[in-house]
């Protein structure tokens, strides 16, 4: 037998003799079942990146959100909405349950109960498996709260006219028409008209402008006295010399910016 053959030496018997590697083996011991973060796994994270972004790009150009106009305190009429990450929420607040007196459930109870959920879904389930199917409470309860954000969000969204929205809060652009202020047809527009639609008659978010119409004095004048279209009967209480003064300023405006 040779000498130190079988023999270890260790300089404190609380340490043990065996080696242990604290470092993970390497990738290709496990053919199959893992890859290289660099290249492969990486570049398909970057592939999968790009075809979303793409796709985000093409549906945000064919598809551009609608602007909502400037904020204006004054205008009553206007029925602000939230972003459409939150509508299902908002769609959630319609509902009798979560409305009126029960409104602390709509805004407190519900979304806390679900997000609380969602939260503990981890802990409800701590199974070794990642399969969906190994994982049934997470997977149902991720699945219920995916299908109750898409179906509150389509139904808040189908009820809302977007397009007539994005046309009535189009950015305004600035009028290079001629204001007539010692005209006695302006006097009256600035006590029945000018709140809402504006003081150079370009309009706002509650009326349109009336820059480019093609109405006549006479048409004009009824419009002011029966409404038309969202413009309510009854706005004007003026006189009838005032409602033609009103008439004769609007047409005057109109041929200055022809």
């Not at 609380?14 to 290289?36: N, Q, V």
């Not at 009429?77 to 769609?91: M, T």
């Not at 010399?241 to 047409?251: K, S």
């Amino acid at each position: 037998m040779k000498r130190g053959k079988g023999m270890k030496f260790v300089g404190d018997s609380r340490i043990s003799a065996e080696k242990t590697s604290y470092y993970p083996k390497d990738y290709s011991e496990y053919p199959g079942r893992t890859e290289a973060f660099w290249p492969n796994f990486l570049l398909k994270e970057w592939l999968a990146g790009s075809v979303f972004l793409v796709g985000f790009l093409t549906l945000t150009l064919a598809h551009p959100s609608p602007l909502e106009g400037m904020a204006d305190p004054t205008n009553a009429s206007y029925i602000p909405l939230p972003d459409w990450y939150f509508l299902f929420l908002y769609e959630l607040l319609k509902y009798e349950f979560a409305s009126g007196d029960f409104i602390l459930i709509g805004i407190l109870g519900i979304p806390g109960l679900a997000f609380g959920a969602l939260l503990l879904a981890p802990f409800l389930d701590n199974g070794p498996g990642r399969k969906p199917r190994q994982r049934p409470i997470a997977v149902s309860m991720m699945l219920l709260a995916l299908a109750s954000v898409v179906w509150l969000t389509y139904e808040s969204a189908s009820a809302v006219d977007w397009e007539s929205r994005a046309e009535a809060n189009k950015p305004i652009p600035e009028s290079d028409v001629t204001i007539d202020v010692d005209h006695p047809g302006y006097a009256v527009y600035e006590a029945s008209c000018m709140s809402c639609h504006g003081g150079e008659l370009e309009g706002s978010a509650a009326a349109p402008s009336l820059i480019g119409i093609e109405y006549s004095a006479e048409e004009i004048a009824d419009i002011a006295v029966n409404g038309l279209g969202a413009m309510p009967a009854g706005l004007f209480t003026g006189s009838d010399e005032e409602l033609q003064q009103l008439a004769e300023f609007i047409v005057s405006v109109n041929e200055s910016a022809e």
